[in-house]
């Protein structure tokens, strides 16, 4: 009997790596019907060139009016335009300057640049997974495994074709991870201003330092930050980050504006607005940031003891923490479930070392995820008043809390 289930099990592997190995091949050819049938412009990306572009019209201290970005963007389109006019950018100005040569090429061919970039860094964290996979003796089919259900993931598609920065924050993530672990605080200051790409997603690996006390880190951290602040004003104006901090506060309480359909995210926000409607989205957007900042108090307090990278629980602490993170974000859309693969990556190690029966039920989860997420897209999407992306994160937010507890029995005991 036992040889007959494992041989069941064996063949359901193969038959999910050979599709999610079809679905890799399958956005080969979606990338190319988008190319062919000329949408690539309806990208995030376009909104990153409008500010490149902006920068090198010698008008960077207009970054963040919408009314100037409206213009560049609608003569950069040439008669293409998006619903309201503008999709805004709406990141940090150092992102901007740092990338801007990339506006001495046209749009098409600056996006295929940054794709390029997407590629590279797409395997820089494919090497770091498997070789941190390697150096925990994982077998290899469970690195197979690895590397198939991460290229198949939907939201690394999506993020590759927006040609926006969800993977390059996933890389700081992975990086930040590992300057941590070897307790090398200058790399990990370096990182940690690198995920400031994506602000939200980075307040909670902020948290975790701050309450782990590592103030060498956040010191350097924070003088990297100062460093940037005063290359970007001098060389965009001095009014350039209040009128950063006054967009952000703009397009945080738009509903269905400028690219931004809550009913479409996938945190709490958007939950609440799919249950509830968009008549009392005020009131869900101050719960939101109620439970954010909430939930933040609680990685404070988990984080209140020694901190000590090299245990076990250090993995599972900063996955629980940071799908926190995700579950109660601002803003946080499709692509974005992009940050699941680390922590998801994260309680599976810890799971292989503590409970192996549970490390295979989150691997045969993981290995289906790809086709499970396309057909919620695909069929479900509008039959659900939630999406599927969020309630991984809820479910894995509840088994990672419940590990936790066990975690923390078994220390006391």
């Given at each position: 009997?036992?040889?007959?289930?494992?041989?069941?099990?064996?063949?359901v592997?193969?038959?999910?790596?050979?599709?999610?190995?079809?679905?890799i091949?399958?956005?080969?050819g979606l990338?190319?019907?988008?190319?062919?049938?000329?949408?690539?412009?309806?990208?995030?990306?376009?909104?990153y060139?409008?500010?490149w572009?902006?920068?090198r019209?010698?008008?960077?201290?207009?970054l963040?009016d919408?009314?100037?970005?409206?213009t560049?963007?609608?003569?950069?389109?040439?008669?293409?335009r998006f619903?309201?006019g503008?999709?805004?950018?709406n990141?940090?100005?150092?992102?901007?300057?740092?990338?801007y040569?990339?506006?001495w090429?046209?749009?098409?061919a600056?996006?295929?640049?940054?794709?390029?970039?997407?590629?590279?860094?797409?395997?820089?964290?494919?090497?770091?997974?498997i070789?941190?996979?390697?150096s925990?003796?994982?077998?290899?089919?469970?690195?197979?495994?690895?590397?198939?259900?991460?290229?198949?993931?939907p939201?690394?598609?999506?993020?590759?074709?927006?040609?926006?920065?969800?993977?390059?924050?996933?890389?700081?993530?992975?990086?930040?991870?590992?300057?941590l672990t070897?307790?090398?605080?200058g790399s990990a200051a370096l990182?940690?201003?690198?995920?400031?790409?994506?602000l939200?997603?980075?307040v909670?690996y902020?948290?975790?330092?701050?309450?782990?006390?590592r103030?060498?880190t956040?010191?350097?951290?924070?003088?990297?930050?100062?460093?940037?602040?005063?290359?970007?004003?001098?060389?965009?104006?001095?009014?350039?980050?209040p009128?950063?901090?006054?967009?952000?506060?703009?397009?945080?309480s738009v509903?269905?504006?400028?690219?931004?359909t809550?009913?479409?995210?996938?945190?709490?926000?958007?939950?609440?607005v799919?249950?509830?409607?968009?008549?009392?989205?005020?009131?869900?957007?101050?719960?939101?940031?109620?439970?954010?900042?909430?939930?933040?108090?609680?990685?404070?307090w988990?984080?209140?003891?020694a901190w000590?990278?090299?245990?076990p629980?250090?993995?599972?602490?900063?996955?629980f923490?940071l799908t926190?993170g995700?579950i109660?974000?601002?803003?946080?859309?499709?692509?974005?479930?992009?940050?699941l693969?680390?922590?998801v990556?994260?309680?599976?190690?810890?799971?292989r070392?503590?409970t192996?029966?549970?490390?295979?039920?989150?691997?045969?989860?993981?290995?289906g995820?790809?086709?499970i997420l396309?057909?919620s897209?695909?069929?479900?999407?509008?039959e659900?008043?939630?999406?599927?992306?969020?309630?991984?994160?809820l479910g894995?937010?509840?088994?990672?809390?419940a590990?936790?507890?066990?975690?923390?029995?078994?220390h006391?005991?």
């Amino acid at each position: 009997m036992k040889n007959f289930s494992t041989s069941i099990a064996s063949l359901v592997s193969r038959v999910l790596i050979a599709i999610n190995v079809g679905i890799i091949f399958s956005y080969f050819g979606l990338w190319a019907i988008a190319t062919q049938n000329d949408i690539l412009w309806r990208a995030d990306f376009t909104a990153y060139y409008t500010a490149w572009d902006i920068i090198r019209a010698g008008q960077g201290a207009q970054l963040y009016d919408l009314g100037t970005q409206t213009t560049y963007q609608l003569d950069l389109l040439d008669g293409g335009r998006f619903t309201d006019g503008v999709l805004p950018y709406n990141y940090p100005p150092y992102m901007a300057l740092i990338l801007y040569p990339l506006s001495w090429f046209s749009l098409s061919a600056s996006y295929w640049i940054f794709a390029l970039i997407q590629i590279l860094i797409l395997s820089r964290v494919l090497y770091l997974l498997i070789s941190s996979a390697r150096s925990r003796g994982w077998n290899r089919t469970e690195i197979l495994f690895l590397a198939v259900v991460f290229c198949a993931f939907p939201p690394l598609f999506n993020s590759l074709l927006l040609g926006n920065f969800t993977l390059l924050v996933l890389w700081g993530w992975f990086e930040l991870y590992r300057a941590l672990t070897l307790q090398r605080d200058g790399s990990a200051a370096l990182w940690l201003v690198l995920t400031t790409a994506k602000l939200q997603h980075t307040v909670f690996y902020g948290v975790v330092l701050l309450a782990g006390r590592r103030w060498k880190t956040l010191f350097l951290a924070f003088g990297m930050m100062v460093g940037l602040m005063i290359v970007t004003s001098l060389a965009l104006g001095p009014t350039l980050w209040p009128d950063y901090i006054k967009l952000l506060a703009q397009l945080g309480s738009v509903f269905n504006q400028y690219g931004i359909t809550v009913r479409d995210m996938i945190n709490f926000k958007g939950l609440l607005v799919n249950l509830l409607g968009e008549t009392y989205f005020t009131t869900i957007n101050l719960v939101n940031l109620l439970m954010w900042f909430v939930s933040a108090l609680v990685v404070a307090w988990l984080w209140r003891g020694a901190w000590e990278p090299q245990s076990p629980d250090f993995s599972l602490k900063l996955a629980f923490s940071l799908t926190l993170g995700l579950i109660f974000s601002p803003h946080s859309n499709v692509q974005d479930a992009l940050f699941l693969v680390f922590p998801v990556f994260l309680f599976y190690m810890y799971l292989r070392q503590h409970t192996p029966t549970q490390a295979q039920t989150l691997g045969w989860l993981a290995l289906g995820s790809p086709t499970i997420l396309l057909i919620s897209e695909f069929l479900l999407r509008n039959e659900l008043p939630f999406h599927l992306p969020f309630l991984l994160m809820l479910g894995l937010a509840v088994w990672m809390g419940a590990a936790l507890r066990r975690s923390g029995l078994k220390h006391v005991s």
